[in-house]
T-cell receptor, first 116, second 116 residues
Framework: GAGVSQSPRYKVAKRGQDVALRCDPI?????LFWYQQALGQGPEFLTY????????KSGLPSDRFFAERPEGSVSTLKIQRTQQEDSAVYLC??????????????FGPGTRLTVT | KQEVTQIPAALSVPEGENLVLNCSFT??????LQWFRQDPGKGLTSLLL?????REQTSGRLNASLDKSSGRSTLYIAASQPGDSATYLC???????????????FGSGTQLTVLP
């Protein structure tokens, strides 16, 4: 595709529900990142994949958050038992590789999650 | 831990003014610094990327400077227009090394309003 796409663009969940957010990176991009952006704040790192390997999940705020990229392409961020503090925009970014020459990240439009 | 601060948090100017947005970071071991634009409900659009070895980058009416040793960057917007109204975010990437983090660390942004 032409860019990074994310779905759904908007999601409203009742507290306690599970949600799944999808990211389609640019075709051929090896690296994939998830960020969380609270209202009025900058994005904060959640997790990073290189192909299907999750190399860094240090930013995941709790064990209710889980991300996967089983075939090294599409990624899903899952949030179990959603809480109001999970309300945020979730941004996905991909980059061609992980080396100095292929590092620039391209961002998707984000999924706005509202937990009521 | 890297911290990025942006001042001011919000700025309102009349059309035609030149303006400066500020970004500071605590750890000077960066690989590059990037300025993004974010429109309401949209993802991030990259404006300028400055490598750590560079002092400035220019694109049209935008000029970004970097003083790595002092941990500062500025984004200069000349002859501002109402279409420049958006949130401007700066982000830094750490220096590359084996096993190092690759995610961006963002500031909280400056919300710019250019009045007609």
């Amino acid at each position: 595709g032409a860019g990074v796409s994310q779905s759904p663009r908007y999601k409203v969940a009742k507290r306690g529900q599970d949600v799944a957010l999808r990211c389609d990176p640019i075709s051929g991009h090896v690296s994939l990142f998830w960020y969380q952006q609270a209202l009025g704040q900058g994005p904060e790192f959640l997790t990073y994949f290189q192909n299907e390997a999750q190399l860094d999940k240090s930013g995941l705020p709790s064990d209710r958050f889980f991300a996967e990229r089983p075939e090294g392409s599409v990624s899903t961020l899952k949030i179990q038992r959603t809480q109001q503090e999970d309300s945020a925009v979730y941004l996905c970014a991909s980059s061609l590789g992980w080396s100095e020459s292929s590092y620039e990240q391209y961002f998707g439009p984000g999924t706005r999650l509202t937990v009521t | 831990k890297q911290e990025v601060t942006q001042i001011p948090a919000a700025l309102s100017v009349p059309e035609g003014e030149n303006l400066v947005l500020n970004c500071s970071f605590t750890d000077s071991a960066i690989y590059n610094l990037q300025w993004f634009r974010q429109d309401p409900g949209k993802g991030l659009t990259s404006l300028l990327l400055i490598q750590s070895s560079q002092r400035e980058q220019t694109s049209g009416r935008l000029n970004a400077s970097l003083d790595k040793s002092s941990g500062r960057s500025t984004l200069y917007i000349a002859a501002s227009q109402p279409g420049d109204s958006a949130t401007y975010l700066c982000a830094v990437r750490p220096e590359f090394s084996s096993g190092s983090a690759r995610q961006l660390t963002f500031g909280s942004g400056t919300q710019l309003t250019v009045l007609p």
